[in-house]
């Protein structure tokens, strides 16, 4: 699991765009969705997220999907979408899209990167995912903790021993925590460490092998400042397309998992 440092993900929302990036806010119109297909024993379902906006990045990430009009959960972190009006505007345009996109809870400080300071203290860390959920106005009950991939469901019960504490304060006010089956890794630059060809085949062995939470369901993790030129947005476009060239995959948002308390609310 790779893990950017606080800094270097806050520092994105203050940096001036690239020459290469095209992340700037717009109004795109509303895609027309096509239905789904039908659900036969064959169907896998694939949960794109993309973690720690709103960022640079983002934009180019919401620009993807909608051109691919792929549904898509975007875990997002109270404190960076409080970063700005251009932060506000990203945030906003996943809401103005709520066919395709939700956005769930990732906390409001991501722990400013000291996950063991973070976790020691769950009665604190549970107040920062409160304030998160306030602050985003999110109306589901999905989390996932910052450098962690515990899951909580009705069904499913898998956390570390540092990360347990918040687990159950999150579980006992009515929380589903959600981890991820897939991560699409990222290097020291913030860049892509796998080509979207190889994403694509650790999908397809994951699926075969049956290495994930729950049959047939699939998680992917990614983080938007992975995509933030346009080298690099081209790689998730690709990988997306490869998706869904198998007629057995359908890309749902994470609100559809099976097994959340309450339906994922």
Same mark, same amino acid.
């Given at each position: 699991?790779? %893990?950017?440092?606080?800094? #270097?993900?806050?520092? @994105?929302?203050?940096?001036?765009?690239?020459?290469?990036?095209?992340? /700037?806010?717009?109004?795109?119109?509303?895609?027309? %969705?096509?239905?789904?297909?039908?659900?036969?024993?064959?169907?896998?379902?694939? #949960?794109?997220?993309?973690?720690?906006?709103?960022? %640079?990045?983002?934009?180019?990430? %919401?620009? $993807?999907?909608?051109?691919?009009?792929?549904?898509?959960?975007?875990?997002?972190?109270? +404190?960076?979408?409080?970063?700005?009006?251009?932060?506000?505007?990203? #945030?906003?345009?996943? *809401?103005?899209?709520?066919?395709?996109?939700?956005?769930?809870?990732?906390?409001?400080?991501?722990?400013?990167?000291?996950?063991?300071?973070?976790?020691?203290?769950?009665?604190?860390?549970? @107040?920062?995912?409160?304030?998160?959920?306030?602050?985003?106005?999110?109306?589901?009950? $999905?989390?996932? *903790?910052?450098?962690?991939?515990?899951?909580?469901?009705? /069904?499913?019960?898998?956390?570390?021993?540092l990360v347990k504490p918040v687990v159950q304060r999150l579980d006992?006010?009515?929380?589903?925590?959600?981890?991820?089956? /897939?991560?699409?890794?990222?290097?020291?630059?913030?860049?892509?460490?796998?080509?979207?060809?190889?994403?694509?085949?650790? $999908?397809?062995?994951?699926?075969?092998?049956?290495?994930?939470?729950?049959?047939?369901?699939?998680?992917? @993790?990614?983080?938007?400042?992975?995509?933030?030129?346009?080298?690099?947005?081209?790689?998730?476009?690709?990988?997306?397309? +490869?998706?869904?060239?198998?007629?057995?995959?359908? +890309?749902?948002? $994470?609100?559809? #998992?099976?097994? +959340?308390?309450?339906?994922?609310r």
């Open positions: 699991m790779i %893990i950017a440092p606080f800094f #270097y993900i806050f520092s @994105l929302i203050l940096l001036p765009p690239s020459k290469n990036n095209t992340n /700037v806010p717009k109004v795109i119109v509303q895609p027309t %969705i096509a239905p789904e297909p039908p659900v036969t024993k064959d169907t896998k379902f694939i #949960y794109l997220t993309f973690d720690d906006g709103p960022l %640079i990045g983002t934009s180019n990430c %919401i620009d $993807i999907c909608l051109n691919q009009k792929i549904q898509a959960t975007f875990f997002e972190v109270g +404190l960076h979408q409080a970063g700005g009006p251009k932060a506000k505007a990203l #945030y906003n345009r996943i *809401l103005q899209n709520p066919d395709l996109f939700v956005i769930t809870n990732h906390s409001y400080t991501h722990a400013n990167g000291k996950y063991k300071d973070f976790y020691h203290h769950p009665d604190a860390a549970f @107040l920062d995912f409160e304030k998160a959920q306030h602050s985003l106005n999110i109306t589901n009950n $999905i989390i996932r *903790l910052p450098g962690n991939s515990a899951w909580n469901t009705t /069904v499913l019960k898998k956390s570390s021993g006992s006010a009515g929380y589903n925590v959600m981890g991820w089956d /897939v991560e699409w890794g990222f290097n020291k630059q913030g860049k892509p460490l796998e080509s979207a060809e190889k994403l694509a085949q650790m $999908i397809d062995s994951t699926f075969a092998h049956n290495h994930t939470m729950t049959k047939s369901h699939l998680v992917v @993790l990614m983080h938007d400042h992975m995509f933030r030129t346009s080298v690099d947005s081209a790689k998730l476009a690709t990988m997306i397309g +490869l998706l869904k060239k198998n007629p057995n995959y359908q +890309l749902r948002k $994470i609100t559809q #998992y099976p097994g +959340l308390k309450n339906g994922g």
